[in-house]
């Protein structure tokens, strides 16, 4: 097994022209800092790998992960500073009020619509706890020959039908019913 650690967004020439069986990322998409870095780093993904598991918080969970408290992600700037500095349960000592502030932008939470926008071909689940989605993972398992093109072309190869539910031919698997069958009347 090989491993390889870089900038996600920015990726060294040795790393940018290997292959990789699976790209693994576990709650780091909202940590790279805004929309063209998170474009940068869906299309590394999309280079590195014909499959990909990425996983991130979802921004509709009630309690921000990072700051464990509840409604934090909507709350304004000022207000996200000032609580990271009182809050008992952050995951880093306190600091600066500037310091505070800094921490808090750099984590921007995503939305469905915006993950499957950075991962249209894949399969979107969602990790639930207590039934409500708490993380959203962007699964690719098979490769479609086209899909390694520009977003288009991925997102017309996604539209064929992929995942859970569908066969590698793209027609749809159709769920049966479960109930056993009927029993004949006797006559």
């Known amino acids: 097994m090989r491993v390889d650690q870089g900038d996600a967004c920015a990726l060294s020439d040795e790393i940018a022209g290997s292959k990789y ?13 805004g929309h ?5 780093f869906a299309d590394n993904v999309h280079a590195l790998s014909a499959r990909h598991w990425i996983q991130t918080p979802y921004r509709y969970f009630p309690v921000e992960p990072h700051w464990l408290f ?8 000022s207000a996200r500073a000032e609580i990271s500095r009182k809050w008992p349960l952050v995951h880093f000592p306190p600091e600066s009020r500037a310091a505070n502030v800094r921490r808090v932008m750099e984590v921007e939470l995503l939305s469905r619509t915006e993950m499957q926008s ?9 990790e639930k706890t207590m039934g409500l989605t708490k993380s959203l993972i962007a699964l690719k398992t ?3 020959p086209g899909s390694e093109g520009n977003r288009a072309a991925r997102w017309t190869s996604a539209r064929r039908g992929s995942g859970p539910g569908v066969r590698a031919d793209h027609t749809p698997i159709t769920r049966r019913s479960r109930r056993p069958p009927r029993p004949c009347a006797a006559t």
């Open 21 to 33: 069986d699976l790209v693994f990322s576990n709650s780091l998409l909202e940590h790279v800092g």
């Open 36 to 40: 063209a870095q998170r474009a940068r």
């Open 70 to 77: 509840p409604g934090f992600q909507f709350l304004l700037l």
């Open 118 to 126: 950075y991962f249209p071909d894949s399969t979107l689940l969602p």
């Open 142 to 144: 098979s490769y479609r």
